[in-house]
């Protein structure tokens, strides 16, 4: 059979524009405006809009949610913590996606996966209550059998992938984090879970995990809006879109 129709052929991109608010939230007012920063990315071939609701509100407000969603015809994945406040959000936005994901005030950034095994109890009635509602669930763990298996108990038909330990490993180590990569995208295709990934990919690092053939989506946010500093935000889609295709 024919590898393209086992696998998606086209990679899709997510960019995720919450570091656009956290620089306006820096300094007040409303500019830079992350819904101008979610229609260039629509502009340049983007394939969806990332936004993380923080607990904080450190970056993305609320109010910003319904106007990325007016301002484009892209699909919108919303980042929540696994809490109550977050649940109601979702349900009256109604994003495409909901991506729950381990949230603590301190940190700067996620830090690290979900624990889909451990939080089974708490998680289940929000997974129910997202997809009843139509919103399609995500949960954004470490590559680990136990968590694909936590994932399917929970009927959560997304997974993705925390890229960070291989985004900073070196050498034999960065290998390893690769291969544990490609090793549970495979496990999660073949049970019917469709896997994503993401954090701290680069220019330098994307190709490797773009070329994982089970990927269906990688969601880029912090290295893209750096990079906007310099070359503009469309000129950095679409060099990190280039470099996604050729890698696939």
């Not at 229609?39 to 910003?64: F, P």
């Not at 708490?122 to 968590?147: H, K, M, N, Y």
């Not at 984090?177 to 995208?185: H, S, T, V």
């Not at 879970?193 to 993401?198: M, N, Q, T, V």
Request: hydrophobic residues 40%; aromatic residues 2%.
């Amino acid at each position: 059979m024919n590898a393209s129709r086992l696998w998606p052929e086209r990679l899709r991109l997510g960019v995720n524009i919450d570091h656009v608010a956290t620089i306006r939230n820096a300094r007040g007012g409303d500019h830079p405006d992350p819904v101008r920063a979610a229609e260039i990315v629509a502009s340049v071939g983007g394939d969806g809009i990332t936004a993380h609701l923080r607990e904080d509100r450190r970056h993305i407000r609320d109010g910003d949610l319904s106007r990325i969603q007016t301002a484009t015809g892209l699909p919108l994945n919303l980042e929540m913590a696994a809490t109550d406040e977050m649940l109601e959000i979702a349900l009256a936005h109604a994003p495409h996606a909901a991506c729950i994901v381990p949230e603590k005030r301190e940190e700067r950034t996620t830090e690290g996966g979900l624990d889909a095994a451990g939080m089974h109890n708490r998680l289940a009635p929000i997974v129910t209550r997202l997809t009843d509602a139509g919103i399609r669930v995500s949960l954004f763990i470490e590559a680990e059998e136990r968590q694909i298996e936590a994932a399917m108990k929970l009927g959560a038909p997304v997974v993705e992938f925390h890229t960070g330990e291989y985004a900073n490993a070196t050498g034999e180590e960065r290998a390893r984090e690769l291969k544990r990569i490609a090793d549970m995208a495979a496990l999660a295709a073949k049970n019917g879970i469709e896997p994503h990934a993401g954090h701290g990919l680069t220019y330098d690092n994307v190709q490797p995990i773009a070329a994982i053939p089970q990927l269906a989506e990688l969601n880029i946010g912090h290295y893209l809006i750096g990079e906007a500093v310099f070359v503009g935000l469309e000129n950095a889609v679409r060099r990190m879109r280039e470099l996604m295709d050729e890698a696939r």
